[in-house]
């Protein structure tokens, strides 16, 4: 295949979404089923295309690049003239990225006709849906980062609308407000970074920024600059990822459609962040990698440690998903690149997954809730379920599989991945002593095996919570169960690697070779070989102490939720603060509210005050002053200089009051004056 | 480049039209509304028709800015000619304009404002004929500002806006009409006089000698940008003085009322609140835009040294506008003033991407100050459908908007994103640009700055939630989508927020060449 039509087929798979989108807005109404086989076309046509693209790719070793020209500037100042153009760049990353982005929109969008029906707006989801899978291929295939920034803002748009499906209600319309603002938190930090970049090196491409930094040039000639970029660059991935401490809004966005958060906040949008590190990675420092390493493990055990505790079936999947994205943040940052990679991609199919089941479960209980004129039970509540299994084979059994493979038990994919970035995270503290990290990752597997059967067998196993409702419940149609089949099969292992116990050997991690650092060696990430050395001599100990655990923690969950030998409630009890803690969310909400939701508000009302009272005071007031001179000055004007000119009029007239009386009209008085004016005249001329 | 119809220059006929139509309406009597309303419509029309030729006509690659050979569309002879005056010699006040790449877009935009405006006016009923004589005068003064190009003819379109201003504010305002009109007034009067000030201690520094060795007192704003032209000893002679620094203060507060700028900013929420919505409309998206061009028309390469000398005082007053008219926003509860105070953050960004003194920051801000011509005059009229079809304005006042009115709110939300900066529509590319270069020139100031658009995301957010979604109120079950004549008004106004969004080359072409030779003249610092 040639680089052009390899080109060309990334246009019709990034364009064809958003022409479905322009369609379904503008010709939605009118189109038969409201025009959700458009929407569906467009994708499985990019779906189509993208597989294309990726085995062609993945054939030859050279990537792909084709620039347009978007704005000219001419002779810009110390950059002479600049250029700043769009392109797309395909090469093993990116090719991967598209066939799972497409597939996951796809298999969401068949699923949504059978979720979605009778939504009174259905046209639009299907809209929507289509501008988030072009945002995202957008991310996905550019070649620069003001694209990626570009696009970037477009996902968390359709994230926002998509979240907000349900406006009407306002916790859904906060959660949409939540989810955006928080993200531009992180993308004001995106942004710094990437201007950082941009006015040292007057290009927005990562080639060519790769290109400057391996050749020597700093941002501003600084190694704390360049490490400085990749960290607020990160800050992108720390609000997209929902990493700690911008993690909050994912699990209010739970507000959305279900399988919105299958497909955008759990498979594709979220990892975006992942992707961008990915993305950058060879110039990110050591520093900087550290510092993504740490907020990747915090954020892994911290939303492990509330997932535990949650009831309701969305919200423990969102923490999972927090978790999980910890998990990768952490690997890139250890330096593991492949496994960090090849585990958003087996997360993505097996997150969706358990969304799309945990739809399925949600579905058919609110058809059996509807049918039982219940409108007081929480569908999604996991203690109103209980004994799903017989009823629901289907979902049961991918549930499960999704779980398997997400607590990382052998034969999934889910263990192929988790056990190289256990491994990548033991070979690197080994070099440099950072053992908190592997502990960290360790006790999270351990956790979520847990709580993921925790969430089984409090779903689908043991009593009903209500024997009616469960004689009710129906499997879900063919549309919703047909692409959990798919996405289970997706989720065993063979179609990564063959080698059941290894990823490393497979296609996968081999495609996703870990791209050579460009920064200066002394503050660059651990050479990729050495790590790998390392990998390789921990790397049996690590498998062996990864199936311990996982399988230690799915039974004792067992233990607890399934035969009952130990109370649940009993340990709540006993952990005291700490259950609370967790149940809590660890009070960041409230903390946020409380700091900088009330901080700002109050910012605002000073401002306001500040505007009103002192600002316009002062024009008000020198308003005030200025009639107040002229009031003064009136009166002076009044009294005496209308006095002074009142006066010399009074006085004038008096005068002639007075002189008036000499106007006789009688020719002999006036006689008299004359002559004696003339000897006056005389008298005066002879004295000189 | 000339281009003449009837032997007039095109630039006088884009000026002067609307003054044309001014006469016909007042002959028309009284009761003919509708004459009088397609009297506005059309001259307005033929105004942006002749706006859009010159647009297309414009040769990309002139310079412009000092270099009168280089200025297009130029018509230029002698006015006022007083000969032998005491002390001061030959005056000559020129009737001189032209246009360069700084001012091509600004025609375009208050061509393209006015033409909406009326359109938007089409409800107007009280004193018809009053109103839209004033109207009209109103875009003539705003038009002559952008081409004008000797400060005398400069000054007097600037104060010929002022009076049709305050009277269409003061008679056809809101409750508290005389109050802002007042303020509006004194505001941009006192604005006037530190301009005319400046400008008469210009004129008495600059004279040039001409073909018969005569020493010439000159308004000529290009003269006025040549060092050699200032007469030895005079007060504003030599490069950065006391008297320079001085005269650049004033004129920047003049320009900055205008901008406006904190802290001389407070007329404006006043004056947009009690003003009807075209004029809102005109306010917003071409008033506020002549202190700014007025600055690098005026201020920028007549006092370069001085300009270099307060580059983060510009840049400062920036930031704090960005950010302060933000928070301030982020309180209102008036709709209207809601969209005042934001329109003071996004001319926050115009001056910081000024202030940068480089090619990306200035072409980010003069296409910044087209964008938010558009995005707020949308905005303005968003509120003012609500406006007309409820008196009311409050954002808690509704609720559940999107349900009732499906076209209107996806065209709210093209403007509420495009506010927000939202990459794809045209606010996003003109703030990238000024931020790219107000960080080459000031790295702390511009960071701060960009935390601005988390604040901006927030209060459009809350607006967007409060006034279109949840739940829809009983009183409001029977409000009407937007008519013909509104779709008319919004969408060319989107379909422009949305082409420059993803493409904005045409636009940047327009303006680049001049904006660079103005970058790298003001950095020469006055050769």
Redesign the interface.
Known sequence: MGMDSLILFSLFALFLPLAGFVVL?FFGNRLPREGDWVATGAVAVSFVLSLIIMFSKLATPDSVTATW??????????LGG?TIELGILIDNLSSIMLVVVTLISLLVHVYSMGYMQGDSRYGRYFAYLGFFTFSMLGIVITHNL?MM???W??VG?SS?LLI?HY??K?SA??A??KA??VN??G??GM??GI??L??HFATFSFDAIFGAVAAGDLPFASQAWLTAAGVLIFCGAIGKSAQFPLHVWLPDAMEGPTPVSALIHAATMVAAGVFLVARMFPILTADALLVIAYIGAATALLAATVAITQYDIKKVLAWSTISQLGYMILALGVGAYAAGFMHLVTHAAFKAGLFLGSGAVIYAMHAALHKQHDHQTDAQDIRNMGGLRGKMPVTYWTFLIFTLAISGIPLTSGFLSKDEILAGTLAFSTLNGHFLLPLTAFLVAGMTAFYMFRLVILTFHGKPSDKDRLSIIREAPGVMTVPLIVLATLSLFFFYSFNPLGASSGWLYQALERPASVVPEAIGPIAASVLYQAVSSVHTLVMILSIVIAVSGLAFAWLVYEKRSISADKMAAAMGPLYRGSYNKWYFDEMYQAVIVNG??A???I??WF?NRI??GI?NGA?TVTQGISKISGWIDYMFIDGLVNFLANFTGAIGMRLRKIQTGKVQNYLVFAVFGFLVIVFFFMAI | MEFQIFGIGILTWIVFLPIVGMLIVLLLPNEQKNAIRWTAATVTGLQLVLAVVVTMIFDRTALGINDSNSFQFVEQFRWIVVEAVPWVGKIEIMYFMGIDGLSVLMVLLTALISVIGVISSWNIEKMVKGYFALYLLLVTGMMGVFVALDFFLFFIFWEVMLLPMYFLIGIWGGARREYAAIKFFIYTFVGGVLMLLVMLALYFSVAYTNEAGEQIHTFNLLHMMNAANYVEGSILYGLDTTWRYVAWLALFISFAIKVPLFPFHTWLPDAHVEAPTPISVILAGVLLKLGTYGMLRVLFPILPDATIFFMYLMASLGMISIIYGALCAMAQQDFKKLIAYSSISHMGIVMLGMAALNTQGTVGAVLQMFNHGTITAMLFLIVGVLYDRTSKRGVYDFGGIANQMPKYTGIAMVAMFAALGLPGLSGFVSELFSFLGAFDSFRWITIISVTGIVLTAAYILWTVQRVFLGSLSDVHKTLPDLTGRELLMFIPLAIIVIFLGVYPAPAIELMNASLSHLVDFVNGGMP
């Not at chain 1, 020209?69 to 110390?78: D, E, I, L, T």
């Open positions: 807005i020209a978007w704005v000219q500037m001419g002779n810009v100042p110390v600049l003001l920034y570009m696009f803002e477009l748009l926002y907000g406006y009407e306002k319309s906060n949409a407000i955006f603002v531009r938190i993308d004001a942004f710094i201007m950082i941009f006015v700002t508000l910012l605002t009302h401002s306001n505007d600002i316009d024009v308003a």
